[in-house]
């Protein structure tokens, strides 16, 4: 009897892979993975880390693990498998977030929202010192020189934890109105007074527009401000940095234009007393000494007995006298010729 041949009209069962499963785990999805940039040290961050931890929680279909949503099913073993996975992968970034002092705690811990919950009522205090502190740090924050970009995310941090800490029940009514343009009249008046001087004049401007501007409004219309102010500076050092270059341009040309002058007059020479220096049109042997013009005394007379470039002495027409050529030219720019 031949063998029958194996059935092939049907497809074997293959389970199906549902990504948006919560109990679906992601390849990159492993234990060692940090899904926060950094760790819960106690009461001062843990309302920051908890925002964090929910945010990076619901990117990975993973939130209802810490409430407690999502329920392991001990009647289907494949799904009770991967709740168990899931839930291990969840308390290992948990506790991966924590310090060291308080990972020891719970690390022991085999569920998920055990941890969370035990995070809660341990470090979610918001008594009357932490509120208080906060507001104490909003009032006193200056910008003390920084950027007004660094300033203004500080002061925008302390807001929300203060808003997180102070959150009232959401209501409709007129009085919520009024209490929302109040919140944001005094988040203006504290951003502006934390303001350095230099920018008394834009805050000045903002406090007389009507309807006043929400605090956001004023930080776009001081960031021009600041950003005028550095263009200002970059200007100014421009112009005194091209000022600078001019004058010592312009004495370096003077310079060069008196050695020039002296150079051209040294190439003269007078066809009249023989002296370097003029031609016999500037001859003052001829043309007459200026009244202004004082002879050698004896003293430069003895320190000019030999003729160079700029001093010479010669005999005079009548051999009975020497003139010398003046080391200092002229008004004209020649140089002088003196009889002794």
């Not at 203060?162 to 007129?174: H, I, M, Y």
């Given at each position: 009897?031949?063998?029958?041949p194996?059935?092939?009209?049907?497809s074997?069962?293959v389970?199906?892979?549902?990504?948006d499963?919560?109990?679906?785990?992601?390849?990159s999805?492993?234990?060692?993975?940090?899904?926060?940039?950094?760790?819960?040290?106690?009461?001062?961050?843990f309302?920051?880390?908890?925002s964090?931890?929910?945010?990076?929680?619901?990117?990975?279909?993973?939130l209802?693990?810490?409430e407690?949503?999502i329920?392991k099913?001990s009647?289907?073993e494949?799904k009770?498998?991967?709740?168990?996975?899931?839930n291990a992968?969840?308390c290992?970034?948990i506790?991966?977030?924590?310090s060291?002092?308080i990972?020891?705690?719970?690390?022991?811990?085999?569920?998920?929202?055990?941890?969370?919950?035990?995070?809660?009522?341990?470090?979610n205090?918001a008594?009357g010192?932490v509120?208080f502190?906060?507001?104490?740090?909003?009032n006193s924050?200056k910008?003390?020189?920084?950027?007004?970009s660094k300033?203004f995310?500080?002061?925008?941090?302390l807001?929300k934890?203060f808003?997180?800490?102070?959150n009232?029940?959401e209501c409709?009514?007129e009085?919520?109105?009024?209490?929302?343009?109040h919140?944001?009249l005094m988040k203006?008046?504290q951003?502006?007074?934390?303001?350095?001087?230099?920018?008394?004049?834009?805050?000045?401007?903002?406090?007389l527009?009507?309807?006043l501007?929400n605090?956001?409004?004023?930080?776009?219309?001081?960031s021009r401000e600041?950003?005028h102010q550095?263009n200002?500076v970059?200007t100014?050092?421009?112009n005194?940095s091209?000022?600078?270059?001019?004058?010592?341009?312009?004495?370096f040309?003077d310079?060069?234009?008196?050695?020039?002058n002296?150079?051209?007059n040294q190439?003269l020479?007078?066809k009249?007393c023989g002296?370097?220096?003029h031609?016999?049109?500037?001859?003052?042997k001829?043309?007459?000494y200026?009244?202004?013009?004082k002879?050698?005394?004896e003293?430069q007379?003895?320190?000019?007995k030999t003729?160079?470039?700029?001093?010479s002495?010669?005999?005079s027409s009548?051999?009975?006298s020497s003139?010398v050529?003046s080391?200092v030219?002229g008004?004209d720019?020649?140089?002088?010729?003196t009889?002794?």
């Amino acid at each position: 009897m031949a063998d029958s041949p194996p059935e092939t009209g049907s497809s074997s069962k293959v389970d199906s892979m549902n990504y948006d499963d919560p109990l679906y785990i992601h390849p990159s999805d492993n234990t060692v993975t940090t899904i926060v940039s950094f760790k819960l040290t106690g009461t001062d961050n843990f309302r920051v880390w908890r925002s964090s931890m929910t945010r990076s929680l619901k990117a990975r279909n993973k939130l209802g693990f810490v409430e407690g949503t999502i329920k392991k099913d001990s009647t289907d073993e494949l799904k009770f498998s991967k709740w168990e996975r899931a839930n291990a992968v969840v308390c290992s970034w948990i506790l991966g977030s924590l310090s060291e002092s308080i990972y020891s705690s719970h690390a022991y811990s085999e569920s998920a929202v055990d941890i969370w919950n035990e995070l809660f009522e341990t470090y979610n205090k918001a008594d009357g010192s932490v509120i208080f502190n906060i507001h104490q740090r909003i009032n006193s924050l200056k910008q003390d020189g920084s950027s007004l970009s660094k300033y203004f995310n500080k002061l925008d941090t302390l807001w929300k934890e203060f808003d997180g800490l102070t959150n009232l029940a959401e209501c409709t009514c007129e009085a919520a109105a009024k209490y929302n343009d109040h919140s944001k009249l005094m988040k203006l008046m504290q951003f502006l007074s934390g303001l350095d001087d230099s920018f008394n004049q834009v805050k000045s401007h903002i406090l007389l527009m009507e309807p006043l501007p929400n605090v956001k409004t004023a930080f776009s219309i001081v960031s021009r401000e600041e950003s005028h102010q550095k263009n200002g500076v970059l200007t100014s050092v421009s112009n005194v940095s091209k000022t600078q270059s001019s004058a010592f341009n312009s004495k370096f040309n003077d310079k060069k234009s008196s050695s020039s002058n002296r150079s051209r007059n040294q190439n003269l020479q007078c066809k009249n007393c023989g002296l370097k220096g003029h031609l016999i049109d500037r001859c003052y042997k001829l043309i007459g000494y200026p009244k202004d013009f004082k002879p050698f005394n004896e003293n430069q007379r003895n320190q000019n007995k030999t003729f160079s470039v700029n001093s010479s002495s010669v005999p005079s027409s009548s051999g009975s006298s020497s003139g010398v050529v003046s080391n200092v030219p002229g008004s004209d720019g020649t140089y002088c010729f003196t009889s002794e």
